[in-house]
């Protein structure tokens, strides 16, 4: 069975701090990473997407991947209120699998 | 100009009766997904389409069908729908395989049951 296992929260960071959101999945051959960003009531929105070993940076987000420990993280740099959302660890398998997705963490930036 | 458009975004109505989704994209993408997100937030897969063609059919009630008159749409038939089918339903699309299979979200319809 492929899972995805993140900690629900709530994460409370300082604003101007880095939040640090992990995720573990279970199925070695998991190939594409994402982390997806969902404010209440809406859709989910992409903000990172990583595909082999290592850090990806975009602005003030990192997504860091370690396939041998099957662990993806992602750090958000100064921290803004406007942060404080649903982030969603998701994995896909390969092809039109789609995407697993984790139950997501719940991060408050308090100002 | 949206890249995935789906509709309507509220649907209140009576258990038994019978209601779609529509969803379309204009990304260019070749696989097509629906996902439900329950009550506790969880978002999972229903579906996917590839090149009109299903790819994955989860463990979900045959009430639900999804059709794909194209590439660009993919929509949601549900059949004699049940208070347990109240959720939010997103569609996704994306490209297929390989690097660069990024999904992208409609805003989704919420589907409520009474």
């Known amino acids: 069975q492929k899972e995805v296992e993140q900690n629900s929260g709530p994460l409370s960071v300082p604003e101007g701090a880095i939040a640090s959101l992990n995720c573990t999945y279970s199925?070695?051959?998991?190939?594409?990473f994402f982390w997806y960003r969902q404010y209440s009531g809406k859709s989910p929105e992409l903000i990172m997407s990583?595909?082999?070993?290592g850090d990806k940076e975009d602005g003030r987000f990192t997504a860091q991947l370690n396939k041998a420990s099957q662990y993806v993280s992602l750090l958000i740099r100064d921290s803004q209120p406007s942060d404080s959302a649903t982030y969603l660890c998701?994995?896909?398998?390969?092809?039109?699998?789609?995407?697993?997705f984790g139950k997501g963490t719940h991060l408050i930036i308090q100002p | 100009d949206t890249a995935v458009s789906q509709t309507p975004k509220y649907l209140v109505t009576q258990m038994g009766n019978d209601k779609s989704i529509k969803c379309e994209q204009n990304?260019?993408?070749?696989?097509m997904y629906w996902y439900k997100q329950d009550s506790k937030k969880f978002l999972k897969i229903m579906f996917s389409?590839?090149?009109?063609?299903?790819?994955i059919n989860e463990t979900v009630p045959n009430r639900f069908s999804p059709k794909s008159p194209d590439k660009a749409h993919l929509n949601l038939h549900i059949n004699s729908l049940e208070l347990g089918d109240s959720a939010v339903y997103f569609c996704?699309?994306?490209?297929?395989?390989?690097?660069?299979?990024?999904?992208?979200f409609g805003q989704g319809t919420r589907l409520t049951v009474v």
């Open positions: 996704a699309s994306s490209r297929w395989g390989g690097m660069n299979t990024e999904a992208f």
């Open positions: 199925d070695r051959g998991s190939q594409s």
């Open positions: 990583i595909y082999s070993n």
């Open positions: 998701a994995v896909m398998w390969g092809g039109a699998d789609g995407l697993t």
């Open positions: 990304l260019g993408h070749d696989t």
């Open positions: 389409y590839n090149n009109k063609e299903l790819i």
